[in-house]
């Protein structure tokens, strides 16, 4: 089945404590993104891959890091995390160019005391 | 303002009614895109479009691009239509991966 993955799907942590997003995608997809979810905000996008080892910050990096050493995997990390990183966080990928369809993940809530 | 916005942000129908959810956007734009996001928080692609019209089942979703603005239909609505609706657009200003989103438009439909 094609999916994108996300684990964990839950995550309550405390401030400054490092901490990893899995996401992978099992369709051999050149782009994969992360996106933050807050209320009357909407979707904002974290970070983007246009491929293996090419990453770009998409409107919102600010504390956050990303990696894409193999093509079907792009961890989120958080190195100090704080209580305005409390989200809703999604994972997508896509094939390469401007009109195929974006697959997204479960998402994963964090919440940072 | 935002690039996209959509209207209405919160609509409520009876079950049968016919909906429609309008997306206007500012940018030039390569694609647009539909999403579903059902109460338990996954999104779900519901269309991708650079023009003309689609239909799925009960929806339809319309683009014009010279108005720079979208509509979602559904038809014969239901109570399993209940979710927030997204529009995103891929902007021909970027070269890359990026998206962007109108806020939702949240959908109750009562039996």
């Known amino acids: 089945e094609a999916q994108v993955t996300q684990n964990p799907r839950y995550l309550i942590t405390v401030t400054g404590k490092k901490l990893t997003v899995t996401c992978s995608q099992n369709?051999?997809?050149?782009?994969m993104s992360w996106y933050r979810q807050d209320p009357g905000l909407g979707l904002r996008q974290i970070y983007y891959s246009m491929n293996v080892e090419v990453t770009d910050k998409g409107d919102v990096p600010e504390g956050y890091k990303v990696s894409r050493k193999e093509k079907r995997n792009f961890p989120l990390i958080l190195e100090s995390p704080s209580p305005n990183q409390t989200s809703l966080y999604f994972c997508?990928?896509?094939?390469?160019?401007?009109?195929?369809?974006?697959?997204f993940g479960p998402g994963t809530r964090l919440t940072v005391t | 303002k935002n690039e996209v916005e959509q209207s209405p942000q919160n609509l409520t129908a009876q079950e049968g009614e016919f909906i429609t959810i309008n997306c206007s956007y500012s940018v030039g734009i390569s694609a647009l895109h539909w999403l579903q996001q059902h109460p338990g928080g996954g999104i779900v692609s519901l269309f991708m479009l650079s023009s003309g019209k689609k239909k799925h089942g009960r929806l339809i979703a319309t683009i014009n691009i010279q108005e720079k603005h979208s509509s979602l239909h559904i038809t014969a609505s239901h109570p399993r239509d209940s979710a927030v609706y997204i529009c995103a657009v891929r902007s021909l200003a970027f070269n890359t991966d990026k998206l962007i989103f109108g806020t939702g438009t949240r959908l109750q439909v009562f039996p």
């Open positions: 369709m051999n997809h050149e782009y």
């Open positions: 997508a990928s896509s094939f390469a160019g401007k009109a195929y369809e974006q697959y």
